[in-house]
């Protein structure tokens, strides 16, 4: 063994001391449940005596399971066009605010992440409920006679899910957009450049990384929240985290509800690995 390889050896079994611990709670936390889910997922009964493919077989063939599957991805796709509507004005806002300000401002974007999301889901209920504020104000001020369905509806349910989401979005964006150089604000406009060109030519895709990021974030969290969307949609609206629920606790069919929960897993790590495939193509080509 060289003298180099031996420097190098006490390095790296520092650093396997370091992973270990991750490593032993990623592996009884995260891939251990997903490799049973897997495993149960494999089998046509309940009692897991014989194995096939038949359970992926059968969600894939059927029309109403894609249904199932097309709608809940459409719904991470308008709660994130939406989130990201609302939180990169608020993100920029931030980042261009005095200190004072900024300081107001993180509270209230950190605020509803000390709040439970079955909470704030409860608290949708009464925004939108038929005797709630939005339709007792509307009625006060003459503009319906009588309150709308606001509730258990689609749009109810991403208008909840981009509210509850929003934080997700946000951070990361701030996060970005404090780590652009100030004076390149200053350099645009020494070359003749308004605020306008200066934000769309400069900031807008040095920010790109974040709102990936936040993008990604909210997605994968609103596609697989169960709580806001069974509680706002009312159980009229069919998901897959409810679908899972219906065929596990209600069907008692673990095998199937075992593989619709592979198969969403799959789509939102497919979708992610394609994104973040199409930011490095967009990079590459933007640095050649």
Same mark, same amino acid.
């Given at each position: ?31 251990? !449940? ?67 300000? =900024?300081?107001?401002?993180?509270? &209230?974007?950190? &605020? ?27 009625? #006060? ?5 009588? !309150? ?12 909840? &899910? ?7 979005? %946000? ?12 004076? &390149? ?41 169960? %709580? ?7 159980? =009229? ?8 629920? =219906?065929?596990?606790? =209600? #069907?008692?069919?673990? !095998? ?22 199409? #930011?490095?193509?967009?990079?590459? %080509?933007?640095?050649?």
């Amino acid at each position: 063994m060289t003298r180099s390889a031996r420097s190098t050896l006490p390095g790296l079994l520092k650093n396997w001391q370091l992973v270990l611990p991750l490593a032993v709670f990623f592996t009884a936390f995260v891939f251990g !449940p997903l490799a049973l889910l897997g495993y149960v997922s494999l089998h046509t009964d309940v009692s897991l005596e014989q194995a096939s493919l038949g359970q992926y077989t059968k969600f894939l063939t059927d029309g109403f399971n894609l249904g199932v599957l097309g709608a809940t991805l459409w719904l991470g796709l308008k709660v994130t066009l939406l989130t990201l509507l609302i939180g990169y004005p608020l993100a920029y806002l931030y980042s261009v605010s005095p200190p004072r300000w =900024q300081k107001l401002l993180i509270l &209230l974007i950190v &605020l509803p992440l000390l709040t439970s999301a079955v909470v704030r889901t409860f608290a949708w209920l009464v925004i939108l409920g038929r005797q709630g504020i939005v339709n007792e104000s509307l009625v #006060a001020l003459g503009l319906l006679e009588m !309150p709308a369905k606001l509730l258990f509806t689609p749009t109810a349910v991403v208008v909840a &899910l981009a509210q509850i989401e929003l934080p997700l979005m %946000v951070l990361p964006i701030i996060t970005v957009l404090a780590g652009i150089d100030p004076n &390149l604000r200053q350099a645009s406009a020494s070359l003749g450049a308004g605020s306008w060109r200066t934000f769309l030519q400069v900031i807008l895709p040095l920010s790109a990384p974040g709102v990936l990021a936040g993008c990604l974030l909210v997605y994968a969290s609103s596609v697989s929240a169960f %709580v806001t969307q069974t509680l706002v949609g009312g159980g =009229q609206q069919m998901f897959m985290p409810f679908y899972i629920y =219906q065929q596990a606790i =209600q #069907a008692n069919n673990y !095998p199937f509800a075992a593989a619709i929960a592979m198969i969403l897993l799959a789509s939102v790590l497919a979708i992610v690995v394609m994104v973040n495939l199409l #930011a490095r193509r967009m990079r590459g %080509v933007a640095h050649g």
